[in-house]
RNA sequence: CGGGGCGUAGCGCAGCCUGGUAGCGCACCUGCCUUGGGCGCAGGGGGUCACAGGUUCAAAUCCUGUCGCCCCGACCA
């Protein structure tokens, strides 16, 4: 049993001012962590406590589909030039020296160093599949840390890695690892979707995301309550009820719209909706110049969305092949179109098209002119109203493909609450969520890469096919506390919290209550419980305020009722309170926390 | 890295504009008192005012620079 007057629990009656979320708040008040860097944390004895509970459950799920490793945290330079990624990751990897003067990394994720091992080893297809996993600490030197535990950059990972000989197995680790994940997080208590995702720098072919919904969470989530489609919003799409095209099949004409240069402003103008307009975004991609190494190349990107759509960055990104943009300056919007931002529109634009590829001189000229993204919902649409390319003009009448022609067709605007589900057609639900778990089908990258070969039943060189696959163990901690909360502090889970029951004497100078709740912890700890007492010597009320605040789900208060042999039990969550015998205190309270 | 904010006791803050003694609440220590929701009274300890430089007889306060932290954006568990 622990004694609260032995522990260092330090709890705050106010959160430090720099914390915003509640998750932050309560785990510095509660006395879980304390801060020593951006992003970086100690965790004091409740919240080691907590993430060893944690730890726990994940190790347990994961034992039945894996076997357990602990990989280096330190990895030689060479391994990551292996697979190209000690460019790749850039800034965000922390990066030393040793002694001699060798470039070393800390971990940040572990796909190298697992397959650096297969190299190694893996030698045949007698020897596969497998699933190797570890609990360990990631580095990652985040451009911002946030909201206490959400983004830091040093946090505990279970990571896993699969090699299998083929999809077909490839999609049993894949899957294995989808239920196992949906079992860590039911048996920690989290409410949680699982959402088609990006699969970012990980590369590879699929990925799901786990997400918790919940106002901290730096994700948004589309979601469909009838069939249970969800996607990060990066990944949505959605079906667009029908709109009115304007009448007529005029060709384009100029309007004078003096001053008028928002959608809104337009369409109040003329008389027209945000849907019968086009938006015209006016972006620069940056990439690498080839004849002028570490020199930058601006290409006009020219996207147009119906008036009322906004652009999704992460679609944008996909669509230019992970290029990186910018919006183009306003010299550079005077350059490109002849007329200030708010006038502008592909019509008569000099632009690059994909049915014009020539010689290679026309090639090159092609390589400058700007591309033009047009997003799906434009399509098949007639007499829009777009800029002019003017000031203090627009023009109406302008049909695609007609009056002007995208390099290309996508998919670029952000699916939106209310729109219709892709799959069933219902209304979706749009929502903030924080991503606890990650599962990507990574396919041949880092097996390819680094060169990992198996020989196959016919003695045949074969390349593995890979899976990987991460939960961020401290935010299933901050999640499980987004969710469970009040303005008096937070109740964790039964099988994560520091402890089951803390057991509260009203009184520590009378000796009667001290023996009774040390008597009772003592019974509630022989049937199996995790007990804190109370013991300090604090009037009820301060021992009641930290009750509330420090996480654990159930409390016995053993105060006046004592000679009547009873006792009261609480549930945090709930706040109701029962009275139980004393004699029985154990059974009754397995009964409330295990049914 | 772009934009915004903040650094004064463990926590939350005032003082800065208008330069001159570093202050309040909570926490902490001692004693008394009290014991079902952060109780009361009395006494007490704790500060290189983020750092460096400058202006000045004199700097927490004015100026310059640096660092750190938080928030909003591009990244991710």
């Known amino acids: 049993m622990h004694r609260w007057s032995q522990l260092f629990i330090p709890t705050l009656r106010e959160a430090p001012a720099d914390a915003e979320v509640a998750s932050h708040k309560f785990l510095v008040r509660s006395g879980y962590i304390r801060q020593l860097g ?43 030039e292996k697979s190209g990624r000690w460019q790749v990751m850039g800034e965000n990897m922390f990066r030393l ?106 590369g590879g072919s699929q990925s799901h ?136 529109g592909p019509v008569k634009l000099p632009t690059a098209s994909s049915t014009a590829l020539g010689s290679e001189t026309q090639k090159i000229l092609l390589e400058s002119l700007p591309l033009v993204l047009a997003d799906n919902a434009l399509k098949g649409r007639k007499n829009l109203i777009t800029g002019a390319n003017r000031e203090d003009y627009h023009l109406k009448n302008v049909t695609p493909l007609r009056d002007f022609h995208p390099t290309e067709w ?16 219902s209304p979706l639900e749009v929502g903030k969520a924080m991503e606890i778990g990650h599962i990507f089908k990574l396919g041949y990258k880092y097996s390819e890469s680094m060169g990992l070969r198996v020989l196959d039943e016919s003695g045949k060189e074969v390349t593995p096919i890979m899976g990987s696959y991460g939960i961020g163990l401290e935010r299933i901690l901050a999640a499980a506390i987004e969710q469970n909360n009040d303005a008096d502090g937070f109740w964790l889970p039964l099988c994560i919290a520091p402890f089951e ?38 009037r009820p009320g301060v021992k009641f305020k930290d009750a509330d605040l420090v996480g654990i789900p159930y409390r016995i208060n053993v105060g006046k009722k004592v000679t009547e042999g009873k006792v009261e039990v609480v549930s945090r969550s709930t706040r109701k309170s029962q009275d139980a015998n004393i004699g029985d205190i154990a059974a009754t309270f397995a009964q409330l926390a295990r049914p």
């Open 38 to 80: 951006a992003g970086i944390y100690s965790y004091l004895f409740l919240g080691q406590r907590a993430l060893l509970r944690v730890i726990d459950v994940v190790r347990e799920e994961m034992n039945k589909i894996g076997q357990e490793f602990l990989l280096p945290a330190i990895h030689p330079r060479e391994v990551w």
């Open 97 to 202: 020296k040793d002694r001699k003067g060798g470039d070393l990394c800390l971990g940040m994720t572990h796909e190298e160093i697992v397959t650096e091992i297969a190299l190694k080893d893996l030698r045949s297809y007698k020897q596969l599949p497998q699933i190797w996993y570890q609990i360990q600490s990631k580095f990652r030197d985040e451009p911002r840390p946030r909201s206490g535990l959400l983004r830091v950059r040093q946090f505990t990972m279970k990571d896993s890695y699969s090699f299998d000989l083929d999809e077909a197995g490839l999609d049993v680790s894949y899957q294995k690892h989808y239920d196992t994940y949906c079992r860590i997080f039911d048996r920690c208590g989290l409410q949680y979707v699982v959402v088609e995702a990006h699969s970012g720098a990980m």
């Open 209 to 344: 995301e786990f997400m918790v919904y919940t106002e901290a969470g730096e994700d948004m989530v589309a979601s469909c309550q009838k069939c249970g489609y969800a996607a990060n919003m990066e990944k949505a799409t959605s079906q667009l009820a029908p709109v009115q095209d304007l009448p007529g099949d005029g060709q384009p004409e100029e309007v004078h719209t003096p001053g008028m240069k928002t959608i809104e402003d337009v369409g109040k103008f003329l008389g027209t909706l945000p849907t019968q307009e086009v938006k015209t975004l006016a972006l620069m991609q940056m990439e690498e110049d080839k004849k002028n190494p570490g020199r930058q190349k601006a290409r006009p990107v020219i996207v147009l969305l119906r008036g009322d759509h906004s652009l999704n960055e992460a679609k944008l990104a996909g669509a230019l092949e992970g290029k990186e943009f910018r919006p183009m300056l306003p010299e550079e919007i005077v350059r490109v179109f002849m007329a200030p931002a708010g006038f502008l």
């Open 410 to 425: 996508v998919d670029l605007r952000n699916a939106a609450a209310g729109e219709g589900c892709p799959k069933c057609g």
């Open 501 to 538: 029951v803390l057991v509260t004497p009203t009184n520590v100078t009378d000796a009667v209550l001290l023996s009774t709740a040390e008597e009772i912890a003592q019974k509630l700890e022989a049937a199996g419980f995790s007990v804190l007492l109370d013991d300090r010597d604090e």
